[in-house]
């Protein structure tokens, strides 16, 4: 069992920026892949970005491609997005989730992952 807890959110004016970060209690995520999705209540959950289980890649939603960046420490106890240049379509909850057996074909798939945070809010408004 792996416990996500996230951290930040909060609410930010349009073209702000915000951070976001998910540990998982008590342990690393090496060898894990975290991602981050986003929801707004009634729809589904969105791809927003994920790091695979090895190798340091990364990937992003087009959404977001160019504005935000997911990134971790070297121990991956910690996986940040920090949300650069933040729009009116960028609030909703954002979830932070982890598996350690999702390839790369489905890093994008929500159903590939294990485990889930809490969800945090992330806000913009003027």
């Known amino acids: 069992q792996v416990e996500l807890v996230e951290s930040g959110g909060g609410s930010v004016q349009p073209g702000g920026s915000l951070g976001v970060s998910c540990a998982a209690s008590g342990r690393s995520l090496r060898g894990y892949a975290v991602a981050w999705f986003r929801q707004i209540s009634g729809e589904e959950r969105e791809f927003v970005a994920s790091?695979?289980?090895?190798?340091?890649?990364?990937y992003y939603g087009d959404s977001v491609k160019g504005r935000f960046t997911i990134s971790s420490d070297n121990g991956k106890s910690t996986v940040s997005l920090h949300m650069n240049s933040l729009k009116p379509e960028d609030p909703a909850v954002y979830y932070c989730a982890a598996g350690n057996r999702v390839i790369m074909s489905e890093l994008r798939n929500p159903r590939a992952y294990d485990w889930w945070g809490q969800g945090t809010q992330v806000t913009v408004s003027s």
């Open positions: 790091t695979a289980r090895t190798g340091g890649f990364t």
